[in-house]
């Protein structure tokens, strides 16, 4: 177990649709980090937030966005859902800026 | 383009043998880097990091080696074990002021009783 807790585990939902992904950062960890994981594809860096403050972006799409709240858990929102945004969505954090990033058990979304 | 690169989707290996799984970067300012174990619908797992300042880091049965020069990394295994068989993920944290972590496509190891 590391820590990092991510709900739901598994969401399935139609196309056109909203959702809301949640983190749930390790204990005393600033740093949170999400991740897409397509089938057969790496580990896609999509957006880093430390202590509040968007700090990096990778290849999210604008019609994604993620917070980090004043607790350090983040949400990342996902919106006029297609087909090709089914993917494993994984949370990670670290204490710091550039630290070992732990990872949460992932949150499997399915577009219909 | 990818600062970060595992050359091998996949490798198969008896057990009791040892695997390699290499990794190459591109970006001479990665000065930090780490192994992570994913098994299937699960997270990664840190396994094992490497800094620039040494050129060999061991963990158990799991050594790191880094070769700056060539700017080539691997990760050493013996000896291996079925439980081993899993994706393994090379990584940049970051790099030179920039906090985007770079993440290898990832090598399946199998290993075969």
């Known amino acids: 177990d590391s820590g990092v807790t991510q709900t739901p585990k598994h969401l399935i939902t139609a196309t056109g649709q909203r959702v809301t992904l949640r ?5 005393g960890d600033l740093s949170v980090y999400w ?36 607790d350090l858990h983040s949400e990342l929102n996902l919106s006029s859902l297609e087909l090709g945004d089914s993917a494993l969505y994984f949370c990670a954090s670290s204490v710091d800026l550039s630290d070992t990033q732990y990872f949460g058990p992932g949150t499997r979304l399915t577009v219909l | 383009d990818q600062q970060v690169k595992q050359n091998s989707p996949s490798l198969s290996v008896q057990e009791g043998r040892i695997s390699i799984l290499n990794c190459d970067y591109t970006n001479s300012m990665f000065d930090y880097f780490l192994w992570y174990k994913k098994y299937p619908a699960e997270g990664p797992t840190f396994l094992i990091s490497i800094s620039s300042i040494k050129d060999k880091n061991e963990d158990g049965r799991f050594t790191v080696f880094l070769n700056k020069s060539a700017k080539h990394l691997s990760l050493h295994i013996v000896p291996s074990q079925p439980g081993d068989s899993a994706v393994y993920f090379c990584a940049a944290p970051a790099s030179g002021g920039s906090y985007i ?13």
């Open chain 1, 23 to 27: 983190c749930s950062p390790r204990s």
């Open chain 1, 35 to 70: 991740y897409q994981q397509s089938l057969d594809q790496g580990l896609q860096f999509l957006i880093h937030y430390y202590n509040g403050e968007e700090r990096a972006k990778g290849n999210i799409l604008e019609r994604f966005s993620a917070q980090q709240f004043p």
């Open chain 2, 101 to 113: 972590p770079t993440f290898g496509r990832g090598t399946s190891l199998i290993v075969h009783p």
